[in-house]
């Protein structure tokens, strides 16, 4: 009894985590905005390159969208080019956001009976 609550609860776990990180249009969205964050201390510290570290993160983000976005953002790592890819990405991603979860739809349950 005991073994098969731990498997659930393992599964539950596994599960609650696969959601946490598909990489749907809303938590791509949740990352541009944590690297625009980023983007911009850089600008306020007046860093003149993304750092590497932050860089592979906007690479590898940008590769899973589309193709034409690491092709405008090219090897330029200058904060100014960056910011402005990634705001056009994140524009992109707000309208796949909202489309996607519209088509998702709901269950409705009926309050009263026709």
Request: glycine fraction near 4%; charge should be positive.
């Given at each position: 009894m005991i073994e098969r609550t731990v498997l659930e609860i393992a599964q539950h776990r596994f599960w609650a985590w696969q959601r946490r990180t598909a990489r749907t249009p809303r938590n791509q969205l949740r990352e541009t905005d944590q690297l625009l964050d980023a983007v911009e201390e850089c600008r306020l510290r007046e860093v003149k390159l993304i750092p590497a570290h932050i860089w592979r993160r906007i690479?590898?983000?940008?590769?899973?969208?589309?193709?034409?976005?690491?092709?405008?953002?090219?090897?330029?790592?200058?904060?100014?080019?960056?910011?402005?890819?990634?705001?056009?990405?994140?524009?992109?991603?707000?309208?796949?956001?909202?489309?996607?979860?519209?088509?998702?739809?709901?269950?409705?349950?009926?309050?009263?009976?026709?």
């Amino acid at each position: 009894m005991i073994e098969r609550t731990v498997l659930e609860i393992a599964q539950h776990r596994f599960w609650a985590w696969q959601r946490r990180t598909a990489r749907t249009p809303r938590n791509q969205l949740r990352e541009t905005d944590q690297l625009l964050d980023a983007v911009e201390e850089c600008r306020l510290r007046e860093v003149k390159l993304i750092p590497a570290h932050i860089w592979r993160r906007i690479v590898h983000l940008l590769g899973q969208l589309d193709g034409t976005y690491t092709e405008k953002l090219g090897i330029d790592r200058s904060v100014e080019r960056t910011a402005e890819v990634l705001f056009e990405a994140q524009e992109d991603l707000m309208v796949a956001a909202r489309s996607h979860r519209r088509a998702r739809g709901g269950n409705v349950i009926p309050l009263f009976r026709p």
